[in-house]
């Protein structure tokens, strides 16, 4: 029986990650270097994010001492204002809306740290919807190991079976099949370039989620 929902939150929630990549391929151009999609897809919604360098990686590509700072807070700033612009991604107050009048419990699970997300959550009037907000600050590891989505079962006392995941990246979705959680892959503008596996369900939006077709499917399933 279906009792929780569990979401990620950048790129599922709010598309935060177009804009980051976008601000930071232009200042590549600039330096008429290239940030691949596929070196940046390694690092989106898991634990690269913590080690990835950009500015050193523009050095080793350039070969030029960078002036880190200034190039750091113009990338923050420039996405900052992009993100700020974006709405909720389509289908998510309506899915919560749902999931709400059925008596789900709702948790987010996301790599981000809590000033981020919760500050996030709070501006777009979200945080009070969820029952536990679970970030990187809640755990050693982050995604694609699964102590995320295991830290959220445990706090929302479901099982595996019990709940499902939404996520849009590689990484979100391997860390769904570590914990054993049914998991739905929503992709956004930049992740839908990567290559994804291992999830039970694809979809373009949530807009195209049955929340009563998944119900009948997990219990079959399970």
């Not at 390694?42 to 690269?48: K, L, M, T, V």
């Not at 900052?80 to 309506?94: F, H, K, Q, S, W």
């Not at 777009?124 to 990187?136: A, T």
């Not at 930049?190 to 499917?217: N, P, V």
Request: glycine letters at 6%; aromatic letters at 6%.
């Amino acid at each position: 029986m279906l009792k929780a929902l569990i979401f990620d939150f950048d790129g599922l929630i709010l598309d935060t990650e177009t804009p980051e990549f976008e601000v930071l391929q232009k200042i590549y151009a600039e330096y008429d270097a290239e940030l691949s999609i596929s070196k940046w897809g390694q690092i989106i919604g898991g634990s690269g994010a913590e080690t990835f360098d950009p500015l050193a990686d523009l050095e080793q590509l350039t070969g030029r001492k960078i002036h880190r700072q200034p190039l750091l807070d113009r990338w923050r700033a420039e996405a900052d204002a992009l993100i700020r612009a974006n709405p909720v991604l389509t289908g998510v107050v309506e899915l919560l809306d749902e999931a709400q009048h059925r008596g789900l419990k709702m948790a987010v699970a996301s790599s981000s740290p809590h000033k981020w997300v919760d500050m996030h959550l709070q501006r777009l009037g979200l945080v009070d919807r969820f029952e536990h907000i679970i970030c990187s600050d809640d755990v050693s590891r982050t995604k694609p190991s699964p102590e995320l989505f295991l830290l959220a079962l445990s706090k929302l006392n479901v099982r595996a079976d019990q709940a499902v995941v939404f996520e849009d990246s590689p990484n979100g979705v391997k860390a769904a099949n570590a914990a054993k959680i049914f998991v739905v892959a929503v992709s956004n503008p930049i992740t839908s370039l990567l290559t994804f596996s291992g999830e039970d369900l694809r979809l373009e939006s949530l807009a195209q989620f049955s929340l009563t077709k998944i119900a009948a499917e997990i219990g079959q399933i399970r």
